[in-house]
């Protein structure tokens, strides 16, 4: 099985990581110590703690505090608690695109149906492109939430933070950004973009596995919210258990209210270490060197990139075009049983997401496998 994983070339976080070596031991442990002796060695005060070391590694990429920070078991959990915690309310409205991924909408349709707000989303062209000034034109004074994802996971089209927090903000408005497409390889910096909400899931960008996730909450926002989902965890000292009452945690962990996959997020701690040893400035830069090849080679065999390559909207994911005769999923099934390459087939497009993991020996080979299939030269 091990030897089969060290065939393939995933070129693919955008779907899933091959988890990062640091973070499959970290959770590999513990469920060993779980399998051996049960709450034997992950005990009360382990169990407590387990958030801990995922807040201070997370709130170190995103240079907050970790009382900032909240772990949950995934991006769509964490954002259905948010979306309930505000749920806006009749006549208001909330702002997205056609292009998200439906975990950063469908929470916001599901409030909106029981509270009678709007929901309005900016569509988006035959490349996938959604025209930032078509989402802007959406906000007005009734909109109560902005919430984009940071990079389309369709097309990699990134959206400029700064730009859109003070849209939403100028109409009194939150900003909700799931970041699951760019955290962990673009640098997300809150004393630089003024955002209420980041969210992330694990398994993508930052090289850990299904099970673990993290959001940002703005500390001005912290006490007055009232999250979506409540559990045993949700009180100050958890293992008070007295069901007649609840005081919630003053800080961001408000949000985490439930058992979780603990060694996921444990092992989540520690790939997103190595990337803040690594520098997220330079595995961004590691990223653009990688897809500067396959837009160098791809330019040269004639292939069309749908992707925005410009410097404020490109991000890790590249997009190919292939010729109208082929079908991508094929194309993509190909790769992967004749060649052992992981990329992902997207709206027809062939999308590749390499990461730090990666070398552009294993650029090089997918573009030479590529032209065999589509018959380049
Ligand atoms: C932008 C975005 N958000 C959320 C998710 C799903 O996250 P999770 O599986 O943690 O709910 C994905 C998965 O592809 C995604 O691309």
């Known amino acids: 099985m091990n030897e089969k994983k060290n065939k393939w070339v995933n070129l693919s976080y955008a779907n899933i990581a091959t988890t990062a070596e640091v973070a499959h031991k970290e959770n ?4 060993n110590s779980l399998a051996s002796c049960g709450a034997g060695e992950f ?22 505090e970790i009382s900032d920070i909240c772990v949950g078991s995934s991006a769509t959990e964490l954002i259905c608690s948010i979306a309930w915690a505000l749920a806006p309310k009749n006549g208001c409205n909330i702002v997205s695109t056609q292009a ?21 989303l900016a569509p988006y062209d035959e490349n996938n492109y959604t025209n930032p000034n078509d989402i802007l034109k959406l906000i007005d004074k009734n909109t109560s939430i902005l919430t984009l994802s940071h990079v389309e996971y369709s097309s990699g089209q990134r959206y400029d933070l700064n730009l859109f927090a003070n849209a939403a903000h100028d109409a009194g408005a939150l900003i909700v950004i799931d970041a699951t497409q760019s955290m962990g390889v673009f640098p997300i910096d809150v004393h630089e973009s003024e955002l209420d909400f980041i969210v992330s899931s694990g398994y993508k960008w930052m090289r850990g596995t299904f099970g673990a996730a993290v959001a940002y ?21 958890m293992w008070d258990m007295q069901a007649k009452r609840f005081e919630l945690p003053s800080d961001a962990s408000r949000f985490e209210f439930s058992t979780i996959n603990f060694g996921a997020a444990l092992g ?39 992707s925005p390559l410009n410097d404020l909207e490109r991000s890790g994911i590249i997009c190919i075009q292939i010729p109208d005769d082929f079908d991508s999923k094929e194309v993509v099934r190909n790769l992967q049983e004749d060649y052992g390459i992981l990329v992902t087939s997207r709206s027809g497009y062939i999308r590749i997401s390499p ?19 589509l018959q380049l030269k």
């Open 28 to 31: 590999l442990e513990w469920a």
């Open 43 to 64: 005990d009360a005060n382990s169990e407590k703690n387990a958030m801990m070391p995922l807040r201070k590694s997370a709130a170190s990429l995103l240079n907050c």
């Open 100 to 120: 998200s991924f439906p975990s950063t909408v469908y929470p916001w349709t599901r409030v909106s149906m029981e509270f009678d707000s709007e929901i309005r």
């Open 217 to 237: 909450i703005n500390p001005k926002l912290h006490s007055s919210l009232m999250p979506g989902l409540l559990g045993f965890r949700s009180h100050n000292d």
């Open 268 to 306: 989540l701690a520690k790939s997103i270490d190595q990337i803040n040893q690594m520098g997220i400035n330079n595995v961004w830069q590691n990223s653009i060197k990688l897809t500067d090849i396959i837009i160098n080679e791809c330019n040269k065999s004639h292939l069309t990139i749908i």
């Open 355 to 373: 990461h730090m993991d990666n070398t552009p020996d294993q650029i090089f080979y997918f573009i030479n496998s590529l032209k065999k299939i």
